[in-house]
């Protein structure tokens, strides 16, 4: 089942073991249980510390296995052949239940086996996804870490009978004790925060009680990175806050023009930009979202920031690196019918939509792209673009038209999201822009790819935006309200890329220390 390399790395790995486990198998005579438990063979072979055995649980899903201590103090079980994106969830799985310490701060460990309540999760996920890895790690390590944790990773594309039952349409979709309970990429601060009423409370306190900051940079993608790094590089206090570390980049899989990079995902890169981060001193508060921002009041005074958490925290500078999201069509069915065939990342959905009619809105890259690597998966793609030609570079257009479970629509138009009595999506409707007419395209699901908005509501009547949203910067970073510098996509810096985002946050932080040292703070 594993390769020769694959079994060497794993076998090193498994030698951090520190007591037994067991991998319980619940196993019928498919192609899928064989496969499972080649893995499951292959694996035990590996350590002498782990062995593998029948499971005889009643109602368990076939074929799944559990993972567990001899002592049974442990539920974490995979209706899965873990492996593609899965395999490291496995990996971590396997050394964090046989005792190898897990790497979080002691006070999520503390919080995790604290937590009062009985918590049964189920994780629906896909092979292919890169969104789903971050959940089902954290999920399992809750399980782990506490007894009252259950939790059931579940590969939607053997269980596709369940998948249809429960209305899965996007992955990762999480139910807690048979009530869904969110969908959508999560970190383990993020579960928990949901899980433990009084987090909040809590975290408000704590942020509050902190001192003011020479430079605060809101946000944690590229830029907002970026300026932490160069402004903690300076040696001054320096603060970031972000509602998710990473932002967009989280969502982006194949990133091959970071340069000299020659190929990496954005998970990959958002975990290594979180590491270089934190190996400053840099204050990091994630899951906290900005409400409001008052400006000072006199050139070196203090701004002053507002959370959602009823905290405040104040800056002498602040860096507003805020980024970007998917752009909705604001069309009537659309937010009725998100995650229930509406969806925005092809590489984490499309598998669901196996064998079925999809279509992509947008004719630009991602679009194309996203149209490319569906019509592998899909029964047949739909793409629509509202203007008379895509602007797609001309080899993915090549690539597209060669397809044949493709058809094109320009100047479409379009008007409304509907569905069936199911809750789900069944078609789409557009206005052909040439001749004026309305038709309707039959499907299952909808791919909307039409470019990005800029996160910056929370601005409005603090400093001066563009009627797109963005916020107006010069060459250095300014903004035109003293102390405060704009970075990235959330600004009218021209081409939203990584690498100009990075820079972009490099040189505000590099304005804002400027700008420090040639303002005297009041007495």
């Not at 990996?91 to 239940?97: G, I, N, P, S, T």
């Not at 975290?203 to 970026?226: M, N, T, Y």
């Not at 500078?317 to 980024?323: C, D, E, N, Q, Y």
Request: hydrophobic share 40%.
């Amino acid at each position: 089942m594993l390769d020769d390399t694959l079994k060497a790395q794993l076998k090193a790995y498994l030698e951090k073991l520190q007591q037994p486990i067991v991998l319980k198998a619940a196993l019928d005579d498919s192609n899928a249980s064989r496969e499972l438990q080649a893995l499951l063979n292959d694996i035990a072979s590996l350590s002498d510390r782990i062995s593998v055995s029948a499971d005889d649980t009643p109602g368990a899903r076939t074929p799944s296995f559990a993972i567990q201590r001899p002592d049974g103090t442990l539920s974490l079980r995979f209706a899965a052949i873990p492996l593609g994106h899965e395999f490291t969830s496995l990996v971590l799985a396997l050394l964090q239940a046989g005792g190898h310490p897990p790497r979080v701060s002691d006070d999520i460990i503390e919080q995790i086996r604290g937590l009062d309540g009985d918590y049964s999760f189920e994780v629906f996920m896909s092979l292919s996804c890169h969104n789903c890895p971050d959940v089902v790690q954290a999920l399992n390590l809750m399980a782990v870490l506490n007894p009252r944790v259950k939790v059931v990773t579940i590969d939607g594309a053997l269980f596709q009978k369940e998948v249809d039952d429960r209305q899965v349409m996007a992955v990762p979709m999480v139910f807690l004790n048979g009530e869904l309970f969110a969908s959508g990429r999560m970190t383990i601060e993020e579960i928990l925060s949901k899980v433990d009423t009084g987090a909040a409370k809590r975290d408000a306190e704590k942020i509050s009680a902190r001192a003011p900051f020479d430079v605060l940079v809101v946000g944690g993608g590229p830029a907002g990175s970026a300026a932490a790094i160069y402004a903690a590089r300076k040696g001054i206090r320096t603060g970031i806050v972000a509602e998710r570390f990473g932002g967009q980049l989280m969502d982006t899989l194949s990133i091959e023009n970071f340069i000299s990079v020659k190929e990496t995902e954005g998970p990959k890169l958002t975990a290594a930009l979180e590491e270089h981060v934190k190996s400053y001193e840099v204050d990091v508060m994630p899951l906290q979202r900005v409400e409001k921002l008052v400006p000072a009041e006199q050139p070196g005074g203090l701004a002053t920031l507002h959370l959602a958490n009823g905290a405040t925290l104040q800056s002498r500078a602040v860096i507003v690196a805020t980024g970007a999201r998917w752009r909705e069509m604001n069309v009537p069915g659309e937010r009725e019918y998100r995650n229930k065939g509406v969806a925005y990342c092809p590489h984490c959905d499309g598998p669901l939509f196996k064998g079925k009619r999809v279509a992509v809105i947008g004719g630009g890259n991602s679009g194309v792209e996203a149209a490319i690597d569906l019509a592998g998966i899909v029964g047949h793609v739909t793409l629509l673009e509202f203007d008379k030609q895509m602007r797609a570079d001309a080899v993915l257009q090549r690539k597209l038209l060669s397809l044949p479970n493709v058809t094109v629509i320009l100047q479409a138009q379009t008007t409304e999201v509907t569905g069936g009595a199911d809750g789900k999506v069944n078609a789409l409707k557009y206005t052909d822009r040439a001749t004026g007419e309305s038709h309707t395209v039959e499907l299952e699901g909808i791919f909307v790819q039409i470019g990005l908005v800029p996160n910056t509501e929370w601005l409005k009547g603090s400093i001066e935006l563009t009627k797109y949203g963005e916020i107006p910067v010069d060459a250095r970073c300014e903004t035109g309200t003293h102390g405060v510098f704009g970075a990235g996509d959330a600004t009218t810096v021209p081409y939203k890329q990584i690498i100009i985002a990075m820079g972009e946050g490099s040189k505000a932080a590099i304005s804002a220390f400027d700008y420090l040292i040639r303002t005297s703070a009041p007495a």
